[in-house]
C-alpha cells in the first residue's frame, strides 16, 4: 500500500479538506525539491503555477510532465510516484483526490 502524502511528507502536501467523498489537498514545492514515494487515489489536479515535474514511477520507469497555471488535470487511476519539481520556480497546485 501507498505511503499517504500528507503523512509521509508534510512539508509539501497539505489537508485542505475532507469529508466522505473528496479530501483536498494544496501541494506546494519550492524550486527543485522532491518528495518522497508516495501514493493518490483517482484524483483531478488544478494547476496554480506553471509545471515541470519529474515523477519516478515504482520498478525505475520515469514520466515528465509540463503544464501551464489554469489547467486542470484529471487522473483516472491511483498512482504512486516520487516527484520532484525540475523548475528554478516554486509550484503550487490544488489536488482534489476521490474517494470510493
Excluded: W
Excluded at 467523498?21 to 503555477?49: A, N, Q, T
Excluded at 515535474?53 to 483516472?76: S, V
Amino acid at each position: 500500500m501507498a505511503l499517504d502524502p500528507v503523512q509521509a511528507d508534510p512539508k509539501h502536501y497539505k489537508l485542505e479538506f475532507e469529508n466522505d467523498r473528496i479530501r483536498v489537498l494544496r501541494v506546494s514545492y519550492g524550486p527543485r525539491e522532491k518528495s518522497v514515494m508516495h501514493g493518490h487515489p483517482p484524483c483531478i489536479v488544478v494547476m496554480l503555477s506553471d509545471t515541470d515535474f519529474r515523477f519516478k514511477l515504482p520498478y525505475g520507469k520515469i514520466q515528465d510532465l509540463m503544464g501551464k497555471a489554469g489547467q486542470i488535470l484529471p487522473i483516472e487511476e491511483a498512482s504512486e510516484h516520487l516527484p520532484e519539481n525540475l523548475s528554478d520556480k516554486p509550484f503550487e497546485c490544488v489536488l482534489i483526490e476521490l474517494k470510493g
